[in-house]
């Protein structure tokens, strides 16, 4: 009945309903499985990681740095047991919102602790962690596969091979859950394309919204002087695993608030809190 309330007369910040997401649960539910499968079947563990990682060394940090490194190692540590009691709860529906929190919290404090660990920076927000765990740790080599799945550019004619090379060819379908590895291939690069995607979208909006694309005095990309500016600016711009972990947990806890533009948002990109 509240589901049906929410979801049909909507709420102060949105009142005219809030869009169904029937399309948003299966998807983050199934790219779960995905990743779950692809993990079990490359092997990766805590042992694995410690044999991978003992390549790298210790990089020489001043005392902050390696401070930052531990209370972000600490934190992300401190969510894991978290996960972990969660485990031997009976009735998953009164946990599973926070546990996704717990899920993402312990994702960006361990990316802090890599890209402390790594380059000596630190950034205070959700997006900058994403970006600069992309581009120091992900686009060099230094992330275990699956979390090594990143797009370089958010220009499509770009980023639509890179995702048909993780697919390789698997006919598994983002709203199917996956049972094998093959599927779980082609679960999870849907969902990388459908963050590049949604990214990207974000990115045009902001663009639209710049002195530059309103001295070319046009209202969409249709131009080649706006074409040359959207690509410009998407090409600088990359998607990887944090990227898509922040994704998840705002389909789980986030109310997003639309502009009269925003709202023309592709419809499969949830605007609402995920009911869980």
């Known amino acids: 009945m509240l589901y049906d309330r929410i979801i049909k007369q909507g709420t102060i910040n949105e009142p005219g309903g809030k869009p169904d997401p029937q ?36 990089r020489s940090m001043d005392t902050l740095v390696e401070n930052t490194v531990l209370e972000q190692l600490f934190l992300g540590l401190h969510h894991l047991s978290a996960l972990e009691q969660f485990r031997s709860g009976t009735k998953t529906s009164d946990f599973a919102r926070v546990g996704i929190l717990a899920w993402y919290y312990g994702i960006a404090n361990a990316a802090s602790a890599m890209t402390a660990a790594q380059s000596g920076s630190f950034q205070e927000d959700h997006t900058g962690t994403a970006r600069l765990w992309d581009t120091e740790i992900a686009s060099r080599g230094l992330a275990m596969e699956p979390f090594n799945w990143r797009v370089s550019s958010l220009v499509e004619r770009t980023y639509k091979p890179e995702i048909a090379a993780y697919k390789a060819g698997s006919a598994g379908r983002l709203l199917i859950k996956p049972t094998t590895k093959s599927e779980a291939l082609g679960v999870a690069a849907e969902y990388l394309s459908g963050s590049a995607n949604w990214h990207a979208w974000r990115a045009k909006e902001e663009i639209m919204n710049t002195s530059e694309f309103k001295t070319l005095g046009v209202k969409d990309f249709r131009t080649k002087a706006a074409q040359a500016l959207r690509d410009g600016r998407l090409g600088r711009k990359s998607v990887g695993f944090i990227h898509q972990a922040s994704r998840y947990r705002g389909k789980a806890n986030i109310v997003r608030r639309f502009s009269s533009r925003t709202d023309q948002a592709p419809k499969h990109f949830s605007r609402g809190s995920l009911m869980i």
């Open 23 to 58: 399309f948003a649960l299966p998807s983050t539910v199934n790219w779960m499985h995905a990743l779950r499968i692809l993990i079990q079947d490359s092997g990766l563990n805590f042992t694995a990681a410690d044999a991978f990682y003992a390549r790298l060394g210790k």
